[in-house]
């Protein structure tokens, strides 16, 4: 899977995001698996995901659809079913490789970061990675794309559906205190389709762009 490989940002922000899937294997493990897939879920949930969704309920983690929801749908569902999920920190994401590998479902898992902290993690862990995929940036006529600055938004959401109008218009809102930094990173993350969006970096880069001063009203 390679559409949570485009994000783009300072490396400093970037050692801040994790993307990690669940992805059942056509022909392979697919006869099932819903509890075994229900189960990694409940192991996600037990190490603090920023954003999640699963393609039994396709709503993402600021729908605010309850956890259990989340898993009776997973149940409940077909053998197709997929998760995508976000993690803001190291710690978080090596726990939840160590809880995966003991849970040891059979299930494909995927890991979406900078390649040498990816390769760190598994190592650390005692994983060892069955296939890398890179991302060789951007090609073709890159001056119709929006700027860095807003590409590093646009790019958390492996679907692009989080547009580039909507991230400039947030950060106006931030900018004269209509909004603040946090509650626009959420505005900005419901629409991921793919539940990758990671609101807590959102608003690092909100805090970064748009030093806060006030406006009168009138």
């Given amino acids: 899977m390679t559409h949570s490989l485009h994000r783009e940002g300072t490396r400093d922000s970037l050692e801040r995001d994790y993307v990690v899937f669940i992805y059942p294997a056509r022909g392979f493990n697919y006869k099932g698996n819903q509890p075994k897939v229900r189960h990694l879920v409940e192991i996600i949930y037990q190490n603090e995901p920023v954003n999640m969704i699963s393609t039994s309920l396709r709503q993402n983690l600021y729908s605010e659809v309850p956890h259990e929801d989340v898993l009776d749908s997973i149940s409940n569902g077909d053998e197709s079913t997929r998760v995508y999920?976000?993690?803001?920190?190291?710690?978080?994401?090596?726990?939840?490789?160590?809880?995966?590998?003991?849970?040891?479902?059979?299930?494909?898992?995927?890991?979406?970061?900078?390649?040498?902290?990816?390769?760190?993690?598994?190592?650390?862990?005692?994983?060892?990675?069955?296939?890398?995929?890179?991302?060789?940036?951007?090609?073709?006529?890159?001056?119709?794309?929006?700027?860095?600055?807003?590409?590093?938004?646009?790019?958390?959401?492996?679907?692009?559906?989080?547009?580039?109008?909507?991230?400039?218009?947030?950060?106006?809102?931030?900018?004269?205190?209509?909004?603040?930094?946090w509650d626009a990173s959420v505005a900005l993350a419901k629409p991921c389709a793919c539940g990758i969006y990671n609101p807590y970096r959102s608003k690092e880069m909100l805090d970064d762009l748009t030093p806060v001063y006030t406006v009168s009203r009138w």
Avoid: W, Y
């Fill in 85 to 181: 999920s976000c993690f803001k920190n190291r710690e978080n994401i090596k726990q939840l490789l160590k809880d995966f590998k003991e849970a040891d479902e059979g299930i494909s898992i995927m890991v979406s970061g900078l390649v040498d902290r990816v390769r760190d993690l598994a190592a650390e862990v005692g994983l060892s990675p069955h296939t890398i995929n890179l991302s060789l940036g951007i090609q073709g006529n890159v001056s119709r794309l929006p700027p860095p600055d807003i590409r590093q938004f646009t790019t958390m959401c492996g679907h692009g559906v989080v547009s580039p109008n909507l991230v400039r218009d947030h950060i106006r809102k931030v900018k004269t205190g209509r909004t603040t930094s």
